[in-house]
């Protein structure tokens, strides 16, 4: 079984510019989640999706970040403009179910950004 | 708000010792347990869980029992390996706080052989 894909691996980019990045979920995977890891912190969810619809993006930073899942399958998050604090690594993560309470996440291996 | 605190590491053994990380939660509702694994250049994976008080998820040689008097969910393997050298992530998923699953700061393990 294919795991979930993310893309790119690295990225380095100038504070005040865009950057965005690609998540595929497992096939079958309703639910999306993209998490935000700094350095020696355990992630932090930033917003979750079902199918193609928001379910919780209460720790989003609206004013510069934005996400979506227009057709419910792949992903998009995007950062503009960046600031040196985003400086992080984003992981995106799927499950087959809405409700994490009692169900596996599967994670990609991330996108490490690095904002200079 | 809910929160997972686990010990600092890095925790640095000797094969075949035995290895114990502290993990505490306070949360509003009564929430499931877990404890994930990035091992070097993977992706976070599911290592065990566990969903009321006195359950013991193990996996892997890995045990960790859910008490909830003590609000603690300690990881321990007896004889660890190598192989075992990751970082490990108490985690917990509280119905009251909307599911949201919240990770405590990690805890890096270095075996050496």
């Known amino acids: 079984e294919a795991g979930v894909a993310q893309s790119p691996r690295y990225k380095i980019i100038e504070k005040r510019q865009s950057v965005a990045f690609w998540c595929n979920p497992i096939?079958?995977?309703?639910?999306l989640y993209w998490y935000q890891q700094i350095l020696g912190q355990g992630p932090k969810l930033l917003i979750q999706?079902?199918?193609?619809?928001?379910?919780?993006d209460s720790q989003l930073p609206k004013d510069r970040f934005s996400a979506e899942r227009l057709k419910g399958v792949d992903s998009t998050l995007k950062i503009q403009p960046a600031k040196l604090e985003d400086s992080a690594v984003y992981l995106c993560?799927?499950?087959?179910?809405?409700?994490?309470?009692?169900?596996?996440?599967?994670f990609g291996s991330g996108t490490q950004l690095s904002v200079l | 708000g809910d929160s997972v605190t686990q010990m600092e590491g890095p925790v640095t053994l000797s094969e075949e010792a035995f290895l114990t990380i502290n993990c505490t939660y306070t949360?509003?509702?009564?929430?499931?347990l877990f404890w994930y694994v990035q091992y070097p250049g993977e992706g976070l994976q599911l290592l065990l869980k566990a969903t009321k008080a006195d359950d013991k998820g193990s996996n892997k040689g890995f045990e960790a029992t859910y008490r909830k008097e003590t609000t603690s969910f300690h990881l321990e393997k007896g004889s660890v390996q190598v192989s075992d050298s990751a970082v490990y992530f108490c985690?917990?998923?509280?119905?009251?706080?909307?599911?949201?699953?919240?990770f405590g700061g990690g805890t890096r393990v270095l075996v050496k052989p």
């Open positions: 999706f079902q199918n193609n619809g928001v379910v919780d």
């Open positions: 985690a917990l998923s509280d119905r009251a706080a909307g599911n949201k699953l919240t």
């Open positions: 949360a509003t509702g009564y929430p499931s």
């Open positions: 993560a799927s499950s087959s179910s809405r409700d994490s309470f009692n169900e596996k996440l599967f």
């Open positions: 096939s079958g995977h309703a639910t």
